[in-house]
């Protein structure tokens, strides 16, 4: 069964893989052999490999946004420092004279290039095998990856500067044949290495895949399969620094593709997981529209209804009845409304006009009703966000409703933006609540709390009497 399990994940990426070595293998046997050195393709290729690597950074930085953590960060890196490997190479093979004049310049160009790989290989590793939990906390993600690209290359590029005199060549072409060549052992070193690297990242990504049930991460591990194919061709046949074109370039450029290929298959999984949540966002904004509105409303005229069926005739309620009748039809009419406009995006504003005001008369309204004192105050000229004072008023909203309906309180105090770290405290002094519970309304304000970036505390009052609600910013 496990063997099945993983056979239906890497399958397809291995048998694509398979394919594509064997058509690229093929085509070269198949094809008129190369009569010698070709730079506008080398350049045009480098050029072509450090794009598509930069367009899937830029992709794959999207599910670094969301998920913050560490390996996808490394994931990152490796890729936006390749692409800038490629493109520095694209420019250096362009501008050098083809006559070898400037042989200082292009030693210190293939080992720069040598040594920035072998960064971006040690980062795919860590992208490949690092804890897959842990999170980027104290850092924007994006300073984390355009650090750990700039550093070396900086570092790299400064180093081979200022001992370009003193390096020797790459690869040199061999003794009357102009598409052979013999690389410095240091090279066909860092070629072994690499070769290394990449196939544990390759087969890690392809495990840690199938176990996450990450397709992903089996199509990156698939692209690192064939880079490790194409590097073991440049150990064999070391065209790499120089600008005769073989079989592993291609490799190296289906490599790119795949990954490119990748990053569009988390995208549209991305917009996919985004379309559920938007759902479920959309059925939790009309759950608490019932939950606030018009259930409140209908519990009040069921209990009056039923003082009044056991005989106990309220007619001092009578213009609290026909307020809440009418009030429930107003609810009803706006969920209507709510289920016929379109859906909210997660970032859409609220378009009412005065919604702290609307809660300080529903709150005084709930609290006249329970004959409690209430009182909702905020900062004189406090400029809000509508939709983070909508958002506010229902989690005070809320919290007003469990405090009369448990506390059993004889005044509830509504704070908006009391201090610069708490955005919102309602303060009760009955008798407190079981938090033990949560209930729907706790988790609808803690839902509520969760979509402006901050977290809900609940506890005792002032004096360890009575509930106290806050609304922390993180």
């Known amino acids: 069964m496990m063997l099945r399990r993983w056979w239906a994940w890497t399958g397809p990426p291995m048998a694509v893989g398979v394919v594509i070595v064997a058509a690229v293998v093929a085509l070269d046997w198949m094809l008129p052999a190369a009569t010698g050195p070709n730079r506008p ?159 544990t990242s390759a087969v890690a990504f392809l495990v840690r895949g199938t176990r996450l049930d990450d397709r992903f991460l089996v199509w990156i591990g698939l692209a690192t399969g064939l880079g490790t194919v194409a590097r073991i061709e440049f150990w064999l046949r070391p065209t790499l620094y120089s600008d005769t074109v073989r079989v592993g370039d291609a490799l190296r450029f289906a490599d790119y593709l795949v990954l490119l290929a990748a990053a569009v298959i988390e995208i549209r999984s991305y917009w996919a997981a985004e379309a559920v949540v938007l759902a479920q966002h959309e059925r939790q904004r009309l759950a608490r529209t019932l939950h606030d509105g018009l259930v409140q409303e209908l519990s009040f005229l069921r209990a009056w209804a039923s003082s009044v069926a056991a005989g106990r005739a309220h007619p001092e309620l009578a213009g609290d009845v026909a307020a809440a009748v009418e009030r429930a039809h107003v609810e009803s009419r706006h969920l209507l409304d709510l289920l016929s406009a379109p859906p909210l995006s997660l970032d ?10 609307a809660l300080r008369t529903e709150v005084e309204t709930l609290a006249a009703r329970a004959g409690v004192g209430a009182e909702v105050r905020w900062p004189p000229g406090q400029h809000f966000d509508q939709q983070e004072a909508a958002v506010l008023g229902a989690i005070a909203r809320e919290a007003v409703i469990n405090a009369l309906r448990h506390g059993r309180p004889e005044r509830v105090v509504v704070e908006l933006w009391p201090d610069p770290r708490c955005a919102l405290r309602v303060v009760d002094d009955g008798r407190g609540s079981d938090d033990a519970v949560p209930g729907f309304g706790r988790r609808a304000m803690a839902d509520l709390a969760a979509e402006l970036e901050a977290e809900l505390w609940t506890g005792a009052g002032p004096n360890s009497s009575g509930t106290m609600v806050e609304v922390r910013r993180r």
């Open 41 to 199: 393709v080398r350049v045009l290729l480098e050029g072509l490999q450090g794009a598509v690597g930069g367009l899937a950074a830029l992709l794959m930085y999207g599910r670094l946004r969301s998920t913050r953590r560490r390996t996808d960060a490394a994931l990152v890196a490796s890729l936006a420092l390749a692409a800038t490997t490629n493109l520095g190479v694209a420019v250096g093979f362009a501008a050098l004279p083809v006559d070898g004049t400037s042989a200082d310049v292009d030693a210190a160009l293939d080992w720069a290039a040598v040594t920035l790989r072998m960064v971006a290989a040690l980062y795919l590793l860590a992208a490949a095998i690092g804890p897959h939990r842990r999170r980027i906390r104290r850092i924007d993600p994006r300073l984390a990856v355009m650090t750990a690209v700039t550093v070396p290359t900086v570092i790299a590029v400064v180093a081979v500067v200022s001992t370009r005199n003193h390096l020797p060549m790459a690869v040199t072409a061999g003794a009357g044949d102009p598409l052979s060549f013999e690389s410095h052992f240091l090279i066909a070193a860092a070629q072994i290495v690499l070769i290394l690297l990449t196939a």
């Open 348 to 357: 859409s504003r609220s378009t009412g006009a005065a919604p702290l005001t």
